[in-house]
């Protein structure tokens, strides 16, 4: 006798989302440093299911936010990343970006893990460097299926931030 899968209740898909990237970067006063900031892969979490949390980890090559920077020196990166993503009719899908969800990566050196709620310097010695930015959605049981968005705002700056 074949063995039957249980019946589960129909599922809703939320259409799929990324996380657009917006870039800042400053120089010195002197306008000594510059850099210049590029988005290469925005951070896409895909077909979200209702109630169930979508994690993208650094580490994912294909669903991954990937920002490169270029210039000289060592400058301070900070991210300024959203706490929801918009939607349809003003719906939001809250998101989380904890210690381990975002790393740089350093020409010849493998990824680094920071804290996004901080900054952190990299090195732009070697050639350029690469933000890598993963994250968390966590769409409610009842979430509203659409299209989801959200900007991510990175500064570089030579001087602390």
Request: glycine share 12%.
């Amino acid at each position: 006798m074949a063995r039957s899968e249980p019946t589960r209740g129909p599922r809703r898909w939320l259409a799929s989302l990324s996380l657009a990237g917006t870039v800042l970067a400053f120089s010195a006063p002197s306008a000594r440093a510059q850099y210049t900031v590029s988005g290469l892969q925005p951070l896409a979490f895909g077909y979200l299911t209702q109630g169930l949390t979508e994690i993208v980890a650094y580490t994912d090559v294909f669903r991954r936010g990937d920002v490169t920077i270029a210039g000289t020196g060592i400058p301070w990166v900070k991210l300024t990343l959203p706490t929801s993503l918009s939607g349809p009719n003003g719906a939001a899908i809250p998101l989380q970006f904890l210690l381990g969800d975002v790393a740089v990566e350093e020409n010849g050196r493998p990824p680094a893990a920071f804290d996004p709620a901080g900054s952190t310097r990299v090195n732009l010695k070697r050639g350029t460097a690469h933000i890598l930015i993963g994250g968390r959605a966590l769409p409610a049981a009842n979430q509203p299926a659409g299209a989801y968005s959200g900007t991510i705002v990175i500064i570089v700056s030579p001087t602390a931030i």
